[in-house]
């Protein structure tokens, strides 16, 4: 394998790290490792208006959660500008570009015929073999290039096939403004060129592009490098992603309790395959990954098919593994529940105690966190509905009488609060449920949990018999 390969992602830091960016991270990333490349991260931050610090710190933190990581320094596109003025003079001295002076005027004339003649608004070349003292003293003017205008441009694109495009379609792009800044088009093949990239995986929003920047490739007689345009995500209804379907930030799913080697799973079976297989370790994917198994279609995002795959995760994670998930939460959601991060030792010792029954359930870090609950709770427990409803008068006489069987308990485990229970029910002559359903009760404030004596054994005698007091002295 070649040590050749470079990919990169970048991302214009106009919001956070969204859904389908992540994936284009993901698969870069695949891309790279598998053939023991490097893969570069740049931020597109020409766009000052919308760019921001924010933006830039969220794509950043994304990239880290997911396990992500990148070689070398970010680079960020705005701070080469000198550069890619530098390559577009360059362009213009070697007659593969000229000085366009047409007023914004002008330009509005041109769209409004193209609309009114029912074509494609586009430049008409009004400035390409004029004579650039024509133009009036002092007019501004940008830099178009002199785009061929007979023949196809043609992309062989490794997830779309060929693709051409007949060159009279496409117009004389600007590639400088004319305060001198660079556009988008011209910048990223100056850093794709400049930073070594040999091969873009990206969406195919981007398709279009692609046919653009080869062209300027061309005019610099510099290398294109090999292409993937890979679809766009759709929801579960096939339409175009929106946040009803989950086009939210990565940081969202981190904050609704996901955890990262789930969603990248998620993330890369979301238009590639690899047989049947659908839970890959991240070596696995290292190993598997390749252009050619990405599909044409658009990917369909389903949110409950994720839950799953992140409860499959939770039940495979080590209970402190777990339990160090849940600590990283607790700075946005802890507040909420009287919680800090980290746990103080003896609610953490328990949290990771009682963890191989909680985990067993849950979805998410917030459903394993909310179904903890009982771990946490303050004296005394405050119940939901279902609970109050068990705990009527005849319950807690229950209660009140099964207290002494367990306080005289010489050793308290699972095994021997069971015991004792079990012998309480049959001395009564009531159901185990009869008695087991109100202790549930009780003691985690719920009517569901972990099994009952895995509570008891994990809250310990002390805590136990104060909960259960608590509530047996309740009229």
Same mark, same amino acid.
């Given at each position: 394998?070649?040590?050749?390969?470079?990919?990169?992602?970048?991302?214009?830091?106009?919001?956070?790290?969204?859904?389908?960016?992540?994936?284009?991270?993901?698969?870069?990333?695949?891309?790279?490792?598998?053939?023991?490349?490097?893969?570069?991260?740049?931020?597109?931050?020409?766009?000052?208006?919308?760019?921001?610090?924010?933006?830039?710190?969220?794509?950043?933190?994304?990239?880290?959660?997911?396990?992500?990581?990148?070689?070398?320094?970010?680079?960020?596109?705005?701070?080469?500008?000198?550069?890619?003025?530098?390559?577009?003079?360059?362009?213009?001295?070697?007659?593969?570009?000229?000085?366009?002076?047409?007023?914004?005027?002008?330009?509005?004339?041109?769209?409004?015929r193209a609309r009114a003649e029912g074509r494609p608004a586009r430049y008409d070349g009004r400035w390409?073999?004029?004579?650039?003292?024509?133009?009036?003293?002092?007019?501004?003017?940008?830099?178009?290039?002199?785009?061929?205008?007979?023949?196809?441009?043609?992309?062989?694109?490794?997830?779309?096939?060929?693709?051409?495009?007949?060159?009279?379609?496409?117009?004389?792009?600007?590639?400088?403004?004319?305060d001198g800044s660079p556009t988008y088009m011209l910048a990223v093949v100056v850093d794709d060129h400049?930073?070594?990239?040999?091969?873009?995986?990206?969406?195919?929003?981007?398709?279009?592009?692609?046919?653009?920047?080869?062209?300027?490739?061309?005019?610099?007689?510099?290398?294109?490098?090999?292409?993937?345009?890979?679809?766009?995500?759709?929801?579960?209804?096939?339409?175009?992603?929106?946040?009803?379907?989950?086009?939210?930030?990565?940081?969202?799913?981190?904050?609704?309790?996901?955890?990262?080697?789930?969603?990248?799973?998620?993330?890369?079976?979301?238009?590639?395959?690899?047989?049947?297989?659908?839970?890959?370790?991240?070596?696995?994917?290292?190993?598997?990954?390749?252009?050619?198994?990405?599909?044409?279609?658009?990917?369909?995002?389903?949110?409950?098919?994720?839950?799953?795959?992140?409860?499959?995760?939770?039940?495979?994670?080590?209970?402190?593994?777990?339990?160090?998930?849940?600590? *990283?939460?607790?700075?946005?959601?802890?507040? =909420?529940?009287? %919680?800090? &991060?980290?746990? +103080?030792? $003896? /609610?953490? !010792?328990?949290?990771?105690?009682?963890?191989?029954?909680?985990?067993?359930?849950?979805? *998410?870090?917030?459903?394993?966190?909310?179904? =903890?609950?009982? %771990?946490? &709770?303050?004296? +005394?427990? $405050? /119940?939901? !509905?279902?609970?109050?409803?068990?705990?009527?008068?005849?319950?807690?006489?229950?209660?009140?009488?099964?207290?002494?069987?367990?306080?005289?308990?010489?050793?308290?485990?699972?095994?021997?609060?069971?015991?004792?229970?079990?012998?309480?029910?049959?001395?009564?002559?009531?159901?185990?449920?009869?008695?087991?359903?109100?202790?549930?009760?009780?003691?985690?404030g719920r009517t569901t949990s972990p099994p009952l004596f895995d509570v008891l054994a994990v809250l310990?005698?002390?805590?136990?018999?104060?909960?259960?007091?608590?509530?047996?002295?309740?009229?």
């Amino acid at each position: 394998m070649s040590s050749a390969v470079v990919t990169r992602f970048a991302p214009s830091p106009t919001g956070y790290l969204h859904i389908g960016g992540a994936r284009t991270a993901l698969f870069n990333w695949l891309y790279a490792r598998h053939h023991g490349g490097r893969m570069l991260l740049r931020i597109e931050d020409t766009d000052r208006e919308r760019s921001t610090q924010g933006a830039i710190d969220a794509i950043i933190e994304g990239m880290r959660w997911l396990g992500l990581d990148w070689d070398g320094e970010v680079i960020f596109q705005y701070a080469r500008a000198a550069r890619h003025r530098e390559v577009a003079e360059s362009l213009l001295a070697s007659g593969h570009a000229y000085r366009c002076y047409a007023s914004a005027e002008e330009l509005a004339e041109m769209r409004e015929r193209a609309r009114a003649e029912g074509r494609p608004a586009r430049y008409d070349g009004r400035w390409r073999d004029r004579d650039p003292a024509e133009a009036p003293a002092g007019m501004p003017f940008v830099i178009r290039l002199r785009a061929p205008t007979e023949g196809e441009t043609v992309v062989e694109d490794a997830v779309q096939g060929r693709v051409t495009w007949a060159n009279r379609d496409l117009d004389d792009l600007v590639l400088l403004r004319s305060d001198g800044s660079p556009t988008y088009m011209l910048a990223v093949v100056v850093d794709d060129h400049d930073m070594g990239v040999t091969q873009i995986i990206r969406g195919d929003d981007h398709l279009t592009n692609a046919a653009r920047q080869t062209q300027i490739y061309r005019a610099l007689g510099w290398e294109v490098p090999a292409m993937a345009h890979i679809p766009l995500i759709h929801g579960a209804d096939g339409a175009k992603l929106s946040k009803r379907h989950g086009a939210l930030g990565v940081d969202a799913y981190r904050d609704l309790g996901y955890l990262p080697a789930a969603l990248r799973n998620y993330l890369v079976r979301l238009g590639w395959s690899h047989g049947d297989q659908e839970i890959f370790s991240t070596q696995e994917m290292i190993d598997a990954f390749g252009l050619q198994a990405i599909g044409r279609s658009p990917a369909r995002f389903d949110f409950a098919k994720l839950e799953n795959l992140n409860g499959l995760y939770i039940r495979g994670a080590s209970d402190a593994d777990l339990v160090a998930a849940i600590e *990283t939460m607790l700075p946005g959601i802890g507040a =909420a529940r009287g %919680l800090g &991060a980290p746990l +103080p030792g $003896a /609610l953490r !010792e328990r949290f990771v105690q009682a963890m191989p029954g909680l985990k067993e359930r849950a979805k *998410t870090l917030i459903e394993l966190l909310d179904s =903890a609950y009982y %771990l946490y &709770a303050a004296r +005394p427990l $405050a /119940l939901d !509905e279902k609970a109050k409803g068990l705990l009527g008068a005849e319950a807690r006489a229950r209660l009140a009488a099964v207290i002494p069987d367990l306080e005289k308990l010489p050793d308290w485990s699972a095994a021997t609060t069971e015991a004792a229970v079990r012998q309480f029910a049959e001395s009564s002559g009531v159901k185990l449920g009869q008695v087991a359903q109100p202790l549930r009760a009780a003691l985690t404030g719920r009517t569901t949990s972990p099994p009952l004596f895995d509570v008891l054994a994990v809250l310990g005698r002390d805590e136990s018999l104060a909960r259960l007091r608590d509530q047996a002295a309740q009229s």
